[in-house]
């Protein structure tokens, strides 16, 4: 069963993937559809920011990973390269958490 | 958008692609060993990175089986949550236009991190292609191999707040999206598409708050971009 799942899953993944490219490309021509494919990743990118830094599960949380992610706003700010920012990140929150001082 | 990519530029778009596949690498170890505790096998946990591989849709699956949750419900929420993938090939496609065997790859590719990179990097379509693949072939092979040491080593690394790595994911989405920040309207679209997200948690299955916000993200950039597009339609014969 499990298996049954895994392969229909990633079957119907891989077709989701597979849809974008086959839209026929005058579809893609008007201002609005481009305003839209570069608007799109920006805004579902955002959605899981906030997603993954602000809930678990269906709760909505304050915990070390916010201050984790304001590390790295500051580090973003300051140019830091790509992995410093999310070494940064890691690190502040795990030592939050190994501190004892947020969850 | 032809002119070429300098050797230090194409460099540094690699050195980006490698720095963020070792990152995600110690995700899928996470990734590997939630799978296997939550009741997959080791070769189940290996096909869902090698013919799913996109991440959160994964997590998604795993974590219903692992509730008990119905196989309808289970590959529903991985297609919810993936279903945004459908939205970056439509935007690959234009960069990448892709043929043959290269579309059917370039799909299986298609995820966050690597339409991330190259949203990043689009001021050239080459250094957007660049960080399209470096990216997607860089990722699938830590992923992989993250996933395979997880379920092996399942237990050793169960808890992945630990080492901070759930701080990861987001902070390397923030940097993907950072150069797209610089307008006051893409401010603003992040600022709605993060807050939709997280309000509308509570309240829906999981995956279907991103889908919302996205499209609540879409539409304010499409809101605030009005009057340009106005005058684009307005100069269309220019």
Known sequence: ?103 | MSEELTDAKKRAIRRDAIGLGVGTGAYALSFGALSVSAGLSIWQTQALSLLMFTGASQFALIAILGAGGGAVVAVATAALVGSRNAFYSIHMVRVLRPSGWRRLAAAQLTIDESTGMAVGHDETDAGARLAFWSTGIAIFICWNVGTLIGAVAAGLLDDPAVLGLDAAGPAAFLALIWPRLTSWSMRAVFAVSMACAVAFTPFWRPGIPVLIAGAAGVATGLLLALPELRRARGGGAA
């Open chain 1, 1 to 103: 069963m499990i298996w049954t799942i895994v392969i229909v899953a990633s079957i119907v993944c891989y077709g989701i993937k597979l849809g974008g490219y086959s839209v026929p490309q005058r579809w893609l021509d008007q201002p609005v559809a481009q305003r839209v494919t570069v608007l799109m990743p920006v805004a579902l990118l955002s959605a899981l920011v906030g997603l993954w830094t602000f809930t678990s599960g269906t709760t909505v949380e304050v915990n070390a990973r916010v201050v984790g992610l304001a590390t790295a706003v500051v580090l973003l700010v300051v140019r830091a390269p790509f992995l410093v920012v999310i070494l940064g990140a890691a690190f502040v929150t795990a030592g939050l958490r190994a501190l004892g001082w947020m969850p």
